[in-house]
T-cell receptor, first 117, second 113 residues
Framework: AQKITQTQPGMFVQEKEAVTLDCTYDTSDQSYGLFWYKQPSSGEMIFLIY??????QNATEGRYSLNFQKARKSANLVISASQLGDSAMYFC??????????????FGQGTILTVHP | DVKVTQSSRYLVKRTGEKVFLECVQDMDHENMFWYRQDPGLGLRLIYF???????EKGDIPEGYSVSREKKERFSLILESASTNQTSMYLCASSLTGYSYEQYFGPGTRLTVT
């Protein structure tokens, strides 16, 4: 069975600094997608970035980049130039292909990021 | 823009009541999902549906059932609410395929007293 692990319950970063949120995953499938979501205190889940298992380059979306190391089964989120509005819960998730998975997402436990001014 | 709406943001029910949580999406997505979110546990999948009238159990289906009579609507039913079902419930929808993200509703915070 697939599993996502986020080992950092909470992280602190100074405004304008970069921060890395850790995510490791476990699956025996070859085809899968990795996602990061942001959940502010208001509760909505906001999709940030996606990395496919066959993508050779790390995904980037604005200030977000995904440090994908397939052999180590890690998919860390890097946020550059942190802003106060980045304070939120961040979830890493994995989605398998095919079979009866129908695109189910498996989530990690989440990391609470606090950005200090 | 994809929109996923949920019938209530906050709900308070009594133990033993039957509870309906409704979710509607407007983007013709095949797949719909119900999760519950609890501190320290992340999001856990309760049920999902890949087509009208089709449903599959997720990781924690006990005490829940679902209904999908129309493609855009997916209902979560707590047959007899219990205090351990107090939680945040999130609905999501997506296209089929592992590269597609799921779109989430705003969540329903359910309290069972």
């Amino acid at each position: 069975a697939q599993k996502i692990t986020q080992t950092q319950p909470g992280m602190f970063v100074q405004e304008k600094e970069a921060v890395t949120l850790d995510c490791t995953y476990d699956t025996s499938d070859q085809s899968y997608g990795l996602f990061w979501y942001k959940q502010p205190s208001s509760g909505e889940m906001i999709f940030l970035i996606y990395q496919g298992s066959y993508d050779e380059q790390n995904a980037t979306e604005g200030r977000y980049s995904l440090n994908f190391q397939k052999a180590r089964k890690s998919a860390n989120l890097v946020i550059s130039a942190s802003q106060l509005g980045d304070s939120a819960m961040y979830f890493c998730a994995m989605r398998l292909s095919g079979g009866t998975s129908y695109g189910k997402l498996t989530f990690g436990q989440g990391t609470i990021l606090t950005v200090h001014p | 823009d994809v929109k996923v709406t949920q019938s209530s943001r906050y709900l308070v029910k009594r133990t033993g009541e039957k509870v309906f949580l409704e979710c509607v999406q407007d983007m013709d997505h095949e797949n719909m999902f119900w999760y519950r979110q609890d501190p320290g546990l992340g999001l856990r999948l309760i049920y999902f549906s890949y087509d009208v009238k089709m449903k599959e159990k997720g990781d924690i289906p006990e005490g829940y059932s679902v209904s999908r009579e129309k493609k855009e609507r997916f209902s979560l039913i707590l047959e007899s609410a219990s205090t351990n079902q107090t939680s945040m419930y999130l609905c999501a929808s997506s296209l089929t395929g592992y590269s597609y993200e799921q779109y989430f509703g705003p969540g329903t915070r359910l309290t069972v007293t």
